[in-house]
């Protein structure tokens, strides 16, 4: 099966995700963790997406498809993967349909009122980035691996004004993009993080 999450940032993806990912086996594939890595290791496409990351904007297209692309070429994707946050953009969006068949999407559909709680209140692990909430985790030790808790830079608020009025612009177009190809299954994601999954195993099972 090959699968998008489609959101809002802030929309649980990435929690999903990884839940996801364990129970079908199946690759979890994180534009914005592939990005993140390449600024801490310095490469060429970090310093690039460095400063678009930083202002709320999007990392240009080409750079972010070739990733993908890469990406689906290895072994692990013969059987399915999962990817989080691509497409961004319809440009994205149509290059993926060029070298995948994607067989569902979900769209995690959020209040957009919530989600500067939910951003403003992330943290995640340095170093293996499990992603956490203040409300409901408190300690600076990341339980997955004993890294240091931090807040991530584009997570404060002028950042997060900028990333949402981004989404509006030239993510929220794919809904419609993929609901005209009878891919797109909305789940309701104002809800737990166990009911949302819940929700996304029921429509697998079908
Ligand atoms: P995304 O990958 O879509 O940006 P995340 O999965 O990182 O979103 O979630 C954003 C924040 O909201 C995190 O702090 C996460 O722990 C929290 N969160 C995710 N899903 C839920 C939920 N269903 N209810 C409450 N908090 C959630
Ligand atoms: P969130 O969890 O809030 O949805 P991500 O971790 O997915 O955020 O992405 C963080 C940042 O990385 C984005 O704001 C954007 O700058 C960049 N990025 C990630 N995926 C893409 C993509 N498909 N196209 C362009 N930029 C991307
Ligand atoms: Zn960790």
Redo the contacts with the bound molecule.
């Keep these: 099966m090959n699968i998008i999450l489609l959101g809002a940032?802030?929309a649980g993806?990435?929690t999903q995700a990884v839940k996801i990912a364990e129970k079908y086996k199946i690759p979890h594939i994180?534009?914005?963790?592939i990005?993140r890595k390449n600024i801490k290791d310095g490469t060429p496409i970090g310093l690039k997406?460095k400063a678009?990351?930083d202002k709320?904007?999007?990392?240009p297209d080409e750079v972010?498809i070739e990733i993908v692309k890469n990406r689906l070429n290895e072994a692990d994707c013969k059987n399915g993967y999962l990817l989080?946050?691509?497409?961004?953009?319809v440009p994205?969006a149509v290059s993926l349909d060029e070298f995948a068949k994607i067989d569902i999407v979900f769209n995690i559909d959020i209040d957009l009122n919530i989600l500067v709680d939910r951003?403003s209140g992330r943290r995640v692990c340095a170093s293996c980035g499990a992603t956490y909430h203040v409300t409901s985790y408190s300690s600076e030790i990341c339980s997955q691996c004993n890294g240091n808790i931090i807040q991530r830079n584009?997570d404060m608020p002028e950042t997060v004004r900028a990333?949402l009025k981004t989404y509006t612009l030239q993510t929220q177009p794919l809904i419609s993009y993929y609901a005209d190809k009878n891919i797109l299954v909305n789940i309701d994601g104002n809800t737990s993080i166990d009911k949302v999954f819940e929700d996304i195993v029921e429509v697998l099972k079908r």
């Design positions: 940032p802030g993806k990435g994180s534009t914005g963790d990005l997406a678009y990351i709320g904007a999007l990392v972010v989080d946050g691509f497409p961004r953009t994205q951003l584009d990333r």
